[in-house]
């Protein structure tokens, strides 16, 4: 094979990216380069891979990394890399590669040459300072590792030549120690195995998941030795950007980025995953060109989310006997049990730093912090741009528990003279908010789930046009480049799923009445489960009616997510096997019984609007400020759910066909899009933002915006309710000249009618010809 001159960044712009799932059983650099004429046809301009480094053996997502200093070989290797990078410069196209640098992969310890060592040697390992190790955990200065079913599990463990064993699970054991009985030696070792159940762990770790253990990238030497491979990448003009995993988790995740800076170069592109609450901006002062787009995300789907929906689907959710007017409160209540107990262990390692910084010790400190936290609005809040958070926190919450003043003047000395304790409150704050709220309120709240997506506020019914307009001009000046994304691997349900569902916002009453009718001919164990997974089925449910046996073993799959991820009724540490039961035994009766045929009817009434309002949002995506992220497969319809549901393999030859025919109105959509931003670069990367207003009766419904002077976007939105009215006298003024639609080709110029605007498809997409 001929190896191609690699181009530089400058090169090659970044003005869009395709998100491409890699998998060593199903999807390899080979299977990637296969595809990359059809993502130079479709438009695309820069390949974007999952995480690439060598994972956890079979992991079906790569965030498991356990060698981050090679590339796996189950997905090809150095050399697989390699091929794939030139066969997509030698289409002019560039690549993006998601990092994960907050944690590795250490569920099994063969695994992890890095975790091993330290295992074997404890603080004398090359590699103790590589891990946040809590080594005043176990008085005896052992790693607590909770990896155990039960604390009786020891009496099983036996030795094996150099290796303690237990089952098939194996961890080192020091020279010298492997004498007497299994038990005998584990006590001898530099770790301390115990069952999970204690709720108790000696490092740090990715939220809640023990298998999952924080690096210390603090350290400028962990650094180094964690990004050698990524640095290659840039050194040879391997890739042109990376993704970076929730930065939010690092100690200091500033320092880092400004370091990534430093070794990928001021041209390199880099977004994070950063979760923006509603209220927050992205600090400004940070070395990258933006987040992965999850507050693009809220404003897109909010946009065709019609307000007028909100009482009657509210009231419908008070009938459950699920008061939503305390959600808030709800929400606090979750934030405070996830510090305390999810959390617990990181509380208390918080709480012995506190203590080992002030020397000072409280009753009512571990009470303290919980409530501090349900007051902090964001994941973290020590970015420079967030300065007044903690300060109003702790005033909030000393207003409301006075009684918690001492022990929170303990804590605040603590941030403010100890940079440990001020990190460890910052990494249980963001895990608190996560675990909280995006893994549990999101699986309660059944009012409109689409709105419970990552980076969503369901407080927040919608997103109005001036709010629309006055994000996007701010993202135009401020994040011109940052990503803009509609589906990720983490999102709860998929954009066309999603966009369905919001339709259930203009017919709230409908909705609420064959609910009604429904659990009445078919009870569930819970109304609010019900209530919640209805949404979803409706989301998914086949225009025909025709459930397969796959997409019942999906809605199955996604149940049991849900109940246990609500934790209202079961967990996954503790599941009751009963109600589960119930609920997989009812929704086995909706899809075969009388609700089916009546969810058919429905879907066959509003699934014409549930695909306009996709087009709209896939539109607007593809051409508002940023660079747009097309996830694998969603150029056409699209009925994912949850992860692992939305890593499903795509049928690219049905992909290939489509393209080639250009009949079908989302992958048209998205091809037109795609190619007018190639051909108009300036437009889309330093084109600013204006809104384009319209007139007539029927204004509120289509919501339009202009890219630099020569690109015009506009689609349609609450269409159901124009079912009977029609658009009337609307109308959309142009700016002067002649402009064609990519989409059908008509030329319109000057005020045009909104009903001739939109012939075939409830979109337009304008460019000004060049006279």
Not at 331 to 352: M, N, Q
Not at 365 to 378: E, N, S, W
Not at 536 to 563: C, I, S
Not at 659 to 671: C, F, G, Q, S
Request: charged letters at 25%; proline letters at 5%; one cysteine or more.
């Amino acid at each position: 094979m001929t190896t191609v001159t690699r181009p530089t960044t400058t090169t090659r712009p970044i003005l869009s990216t395709y998100r491409l799932q890699m998998r060593g059983d199903q999807f390899t650099f080979a299977d990637a380069e296969a595809l990359i004429d059809y993502l130079d046809d479709l438009g695309v301009s820069h390949v974007y891979l999952s995480p690439i480094l060598t994972a956890a053996k079979g992991s079906t997502h790569g965030y498991d990394v356990t060698d981050p200093t090679t590339v796996s070989p189950e997905l090809g290797g150095a050399d697989g890399l390699s091929r794939l990078a030139d066969a997509v410069h030698q289409r002019g196209m560039g690549m993006i590669v998601d990092i994960v640098p907050n944690h590795v992969g250490v569920d099994d310890p063969t695994q992890n040459a890095w975790w091993w060592d330290l295992l074997a040697h404890g603080r004398d390992s090359a590699y103790a300072p590589y891990f946040d190790v809590d080594w005043t955990l176990d008085p005896d200065g052992r790693i607590v590792l909770p990896v155990l079913g039960s604390d009786d599990d020891l009496d099983d463990l036996t030795v094996d030549g150099d290796v303690l064993r237990l089952g098939d699970r194996t961890w080192p054991l020091a020279t010298g120690t492997g004498s007497g009985s299994g038990r005998d030696a584990h006590d001898r070792q530099h770790y301390k195995l115990i069952s999970w159940r204690h709720n108790v762990c000696g490092y740090r770790r990715f939220f809640s998941i023990t298998s999952l253990a924080g690096l210390r990238q603090e350290d400028r030497a962990v650094f180094d030795a964690t990004h050698v491979e990524v640095k290659r990448w840039f050194d040879e003009g391997i890739v042109d950007g990376i993704r970076i995993d929730h930065p939010d988790g690092l100690t200091n995740p500033t320092l880092y980025l400004q370091w990534l800076r430093e070794l990928t170069g001021p041209d390199a592109w880099i977004v994070i995953e950063k979760i923006l609450a509603v209220t927050e901006p992205l600090d400004p002062t940070l070395p990258v060109q933006g987040t992965t787009g999850y507050d693009v995300l809220r404003e897109v789907g909010g946009l065709f989310v019609d307000p007028t929906g909100r009482r009657a689907l509210t009231e419908l959710v008070d009938t459950s006997g699920v008061d939503h007017g305390q959600m808030t409160t709800m929400a606090r209540e979750l934030k405070s049990r996830a510090v305390t107990d999810t959390l617990g262990s990181e509380l208390a390692r918080l709480c012995r730093t506190i203590v080992a910084a002030t020397g000072e010790d409280h009753p009512d400190l571990p009470d303290a912090v919980a409530a501090l936290l349900t007051h902090v609005g964001v994941y973290r809040s020590d970015y420079l741009s967030l300065s007044s958070i903690m300060p109003v926190a702790v005033a909030e919450t000393i207003s409301e528990a006075p009684e918690l003043d001492e022990a929170l003047a303990i804590v605040t000395a603590a941030v403010a003279t100890s940079p440990e304790a001020a990190a460890r409150l910052q990494q249980l704050s963001g895990a608190a908010t996560a675990k909280s709220m995006e893994d549990c309120l999101f699986y309660r709240d059944a009012r409109l789930v689409s709105l419970n997506e990552v980076g969503g506020e369901p407080e927040w019914f919608g997103v109005g046009k001036a709010e629309f307009h006055d994000r996007n001009a701010v993202r135009a000046k401020l994040w011109p480049s940052a990503m803009t994304t509609l589906t990720t691997h983490d999102t709860k349900r998929g954009e066309d799923v999603r966009a369905r569902i919001g339709v259930l916002s203009q017919v709230p009453s409908l909705w609420g009445e064959l609910v009604g009718a429904w659990l009445a001919a078919t009870p569930a164990p819970d109304t609010g489960t019900a209530l919640f997974l209805l949404q979803n089925v409706f989301g998914v449910w086949p225009v025909t009616g025709h459930v397969t046996q796959e997409l019942r073993d999906r809605l199955h799959a996604y149940a049991e997510k849900a109940m246990r991820e609500a934790a209202t009724h079961t967990t996954w540490n503790d599941p009751d096997g009963d109600f589960e039961s119930a609920v997989h035994a009812w929704l086995d009766a909706v899809v075969d019984g009388p609700v089916a045929t009546e969810l058919t009817s429905l879907v066959g009434r509003l699934d014409e609007y549930g695909r306009n309002d996709a087009l709209g949002q896939k539109l607007f995506q593809l051409t508002l400020p940023g660079v747009p992220d097309v996830y694998q497969g969603t150029e056409l319809w699209e009925d994912s759910l949850v992860d692992p549901d939305n890593r499903r393999p795509v049928d690219y030859a049905m992909h290939r066909q489509a393209l080639n025919t250009r009949d079908h109105n989302k992958l048209r959509v998205t091809a037109a899009a795609l190619h007018l931003r190639r051909e108009r670069p300036d437009t889309f990367v330093s084109g600013g933002y204006r809104p384009v207003l319209t007139d007539g009766a029927a204004r509120e419904h289509v919501v339009a915006f202009q890219r630099g002077d020569d690109v015009v976007v506009a689609a349609s939105r609450w269409t159901v309710r124009l079912a009977e009215s029609g658009w009337g006298d609307t109308t959309l003024n142009l700016p002067a000249g002649r402009w064609t639609d990519r989409l059908t080709d008509r030329e319109f110029t000057g005020r045009v009618a909104i009903a001739d605007l939109y012939g075939d498809l409830p979109v337009a997409l304008l460019e000004r010809n060049v006279d």
